[in-house]
């Protein structure tokens, strides 16, 4: 932070994406108030950072994932061109990076999918061989398991330019409900998908405000007040499945936690790409609120290394390729019948057969 006689000033830096900017926005004013809360006349100026898959248009598994968007980011945090930076948190690497922190994780929107299709039809009710856009391998998986004979069409860009595509060439577009909430979009969603049936992306949802360890001590206490620890203990689950899975940017993996009282309560899926094969485990922790923060968050880091462990065991690579950097592109003789969505079950019994 940089004094000067009217108070306090703060560099946030963001992609300069509508997304990005909103949602930083959100969390520059917010930061505000938290100041004014303190007495302190707090000011955030937004730093516009351009990242490489800001400006490389190639398909988003061949640039690296989506860690992408957040190196340039972490750079400039480093470099100290910003004093926080703003992450979807989906888009950060799993792994913790040295002199970096995650100071906040605030109150999660909702991180389902939705379905805009280009006349309102949820997803039973697209034609057959409807076109559908999406830049996710695991959004295609799970589309293709309930629709085998939708044609998954691979898009990127931003939030408006895919939703411009309904008035192109395609029949629908899979994106996230948090990002077209924040869009003042949620007008466009056809259907929210089913978090059982697509299961979000690790993290889907919640966005990250990152600092340097060593930021100014007020600062750190500012953010401190923006975080939401129920987001925090789920991300940290999630995340630290990934993380022990050694999941690639392309492996069509989905994970979700949730708090149900004080029991914390992780769900993941994996499918081959062509929808045709899946498993859907699930673990639950108690966690008892006389702990201290960072002994829950210890225990979310563990269920989720446990459940990537269920996992493995229970065949999930042989399902598909975890470490995938790179999207395969099934065919269409390859897509599965109807009947492959996954069923639902609990505990750790493999829910995804080939048939």
């Given at each position: 932070?940089i004094h000067?006689e ?14 990005a ?13 938290a ?7 707090l000011?955030v100026e937004?730093?516009r950072?351009t990242?490489?898959?800001?400006v490389?248009?190639s398909?988003?598994s ?16 480093a470099?100290g ?5 703003v992450?979807?948190?989906?888009d ?12 906040a994780?605030?109150a999660?929107e909702d991180p389902?999918d939705?379905?805009?299709?280009h006349t ?7 034609p057959?061989?409807?076109r ?7 959004r295609?998986?799970a589309i ?5 004979d ?8 931003n939030?408006p ?6 008035d192109e060439?395609l029949?629908?577009?899979v994106?996230?409900v948090?990002?077209?909430k ?5 007008d466009?969603?056809s259907?929210i998908l089913d978090?059982r ?14 600092t ?9 206490d500012?953010?401190a007040?923006?975080d939401?620890?129920?987001?925090r203990l789920?991300?940290?689950a ?14 069509p ?8 009282g ?5 769900e ?20 008892s609120?006389?702990?201290?923060l960072s ?7 563990g ?14 690579a ?14 269409p ?13 609990p505990?750790?019994?493999p ?5």
């Open positions: 932070m000067d009217t108070g306090m000033r703060l560099r946030l830096g963001t992609r300069g994406s509508a997304l900017l909103a949602q930083s926005g959100m969390i520059a004013r917010r930061v505000e108030e100041g004014r809360a303190r007495g302190l006349a000011e937004l730093v950072i990242t490489k898959g800001d490389d248009r398909p988003l061949a640039l690296g994932g989506t860690g992408v968007f957040v190196a340039r980011l972490r750079e400039a945090l470099k061109e910003c004093g926080l930076a992450h979807s948190c989906k950060l690497p799993s792994g913790e990076v040295e002199g970096l922190t995650l100071a994780l605030p999660r389902r939705a379905l805009c299709s309102g039809a949820t997803l039973a009710a697209l057959e061989g409807a559908v856009g999406t830049g996710s391998p695991r295609s998986a293709l398991a309930a629709r085998p939708l044609e998954l069409v691979d898009i990127r860009g939030v330019t895919r939703l411009a595509r309904l060439d029949d629908a577009v994106l996230a948090a990002g077209l924040r869009l003042g979009l949620a466009r969603i259907q978090a049936e697509v299961v979000p992306a690790p993290a889907q949802g919640a966005l990250a405000i990152e340097r360890s060593d930021a100014d001590p007020l600062l750190l500012l953010l007040a923006l939401d620890p129920a987001t789920a991300v940290t999630e995340r630290a499945l990934m993380n022990a899975l050694g999941a690639g940017c392309a492996a993996v989905g994970a979700l936690a949730r708090m149900e004080e029991r914390l309560i992780l993941s899926s994996v499918r081959s790409a062509d929808g045709r094969r899946g498993l859907r485990l699930e673990e639950a922790i108690s966690l609120p006389s702990d201290s002994s829950r968050i210890s225990a979310a880091r269920l989720g290394a446990r459940l990537a462990r269920a996992l493995i065991d229970a065949g999930a042989g399902i598909t390729d975890l470490h995938a950097s790179k999207a395969p592109h099934p065919s003789q390859a897509r599965p019948d109807p009947s492959t969505a996954l069923s639902d079950a505990g750790k019994t829910l995804g057969t080939d048939r």
